[in-house]
């Protein structure tokens, strides 16, 4: 039975993390910002120095950060209890959102109205992806290890190598040129979990592809959650045929325009592809890793902080990272850029973004707009 104090206590989480959700518009330098300010300085649940030892740690383990922050938080107010109800309740405003979106594309996708919208989002969505590929390549190049790595797993893109392989062979690599070969065997057995996680046979029903997917996507998910949309390409779009590449960019748009978690968008896709359940499938299987790995890290996050193994790994996971983001963002540039207008849209994007530091959110819906006011002259 759960005690009138602790109850309190998993309602107070679950209250913050739901408002937080709601409003949480921008990425997740936002959202982790939201947080800082109401669970450190508003509230003091945590110290300043136990939230940057926790956001620190979300950044070397895999899925996304303000999601695993919430489970963090939660956790360190209210125990399990409110590792789940953090989660949860960011998460949750964000699935209900997109869901809507989701049914609305679904319905009125082929209309004039909405292909007149989503004209202008298109380029203002590619105009997030180069800017965040470009500052993810700022802290993520920095040595000449660093860049013969992306530049090595560019090429591998480029030869239809999967993309957990070359995170993974990434990574080991990095191990090799950062630290000494002590645990090459150990972290070779990662590449056998990757080729399992990876195979599935194709009698098996698409809903469980779907959740496959989605679950292999959150266990494999490291830098930025920009990184699902290469995931989406080479699966979605490329391997099963579910989705267009259209498809695909409006639903990065989506997740743009959305609060909380940027992954959301795999609700929106989850939906496109198997209604309601396909919807709730991939949802749960993007950020279930999320809420297994703080409740069995929660214990061991200063050791793994200070890990030079992990730290190396890394490295490498992430100059890996930056040259999937640019295989992504020169796949989709032809389906972007369709005239001098979109041209025009991209470039604005890119000057806000650059030169304003306007949020995503408004760089997308402000792409919308200029679809809009096309149409009408």
């Known amino acids: 039975m759960v005690k009138k104090e602790n109850l309190n206590q998993i309602l107070q989480v679950a209250g913050l993390f739901l408002r937080l959700g709601s409003i949480g518009f921008g ?68 699935f209900l959102f997109t869901l809507g979106l989701a049914w609305l594309y679904r319905r009125f996708g082929d209309l004039p109205q909405i292909a007149v919208l989503f004209y202008g989002v298109t380029p203002a969505v590619m105009a997030v992806i180069l800017v965040a590929t470009y500052r993810l390549g700022q802290s993520a190049i920095r040595d000449w290890k660093a860049a013969l790595l992306a530049a090595l797993c560019l090429a591998a893109s480029f030869c239809g190598i999967h993309e957990l392989l070359i995170l993974l062979a990434s990574g080991l690599a990095a191990l090799f040129l950062y630290e000494l070969p002590s645990s090459f065997i150990a972290s070779s057995l990662l590449l056998s979990a990757v080729a399992f996680i990876s195979w599935s046979p194709s009698s098996w029903d698409k809903l469980i592809k779907l959740a496959l997917f989605s679950l292999k996507t959150g266990s494999f998910l490291f830098g930025s959650g920009m990184l699902l949309y290469a995931f989406i390409q080479r699966d979605v779009v490329e391997r099963y045929g579910w989705l267009s590449r259209k498809q695909l960019i409006d639903a990065i748009a989506v997740g743009q325009i959305t609060p909380g978690p940027v992954l959301s968008s795999l609700t929106f896709i989850g939906y496109l592809i198997g209604g309601l359940p396909g919807a709730l499938v991939s949802t749960i299987g993007v950020f279930l890793p999320s809420f297994l790995i703080v409740a069995l890290l929660g214990p061991w996050v200063e050791r793994l902080r200070n890990s030079a193994l992990v730290n190396s790994f890394l490295k490498g996971v992430n100059a890996a990272v930056v040259s999937l983001l640019v295989s992504v963002a020169l796949s989709l540039l032809p389906q972007t850029i369709k005239d001098w207008w979109s041209v025009v849209i991209l470039a604005l994007g890119l000057l806000a973004l650059f030169r304003f530091k306007v949020d995503s959110f408004w760089v997308v819906i402000g792409g919308g707009i200029l679809g809009i006011l096309r149409h009408w002259l």
Do not use: Q, Y
Not at 44 to 50: D, F, I, N, T, V
């Open 27 to 94: 990425g997740t330098a936002v959202n982790i910002a939201l947080m800082e300010e109401e669970a450190v300085t508003k509230r003091g649940w945590l110290s300043r120095e136990h939230f940057l030892d926790l956001l620190s740690v979300t950044n070397l383990v895999p899925g996304p950060n303000a999601v695993e922050m919430a489970c963090f938080i939660g956790r360190a107010r209210a125990g399990l209890a409110g590792l789940v109800a953090g989660g949860v309740c960011f998460i949750l405003p964000a």
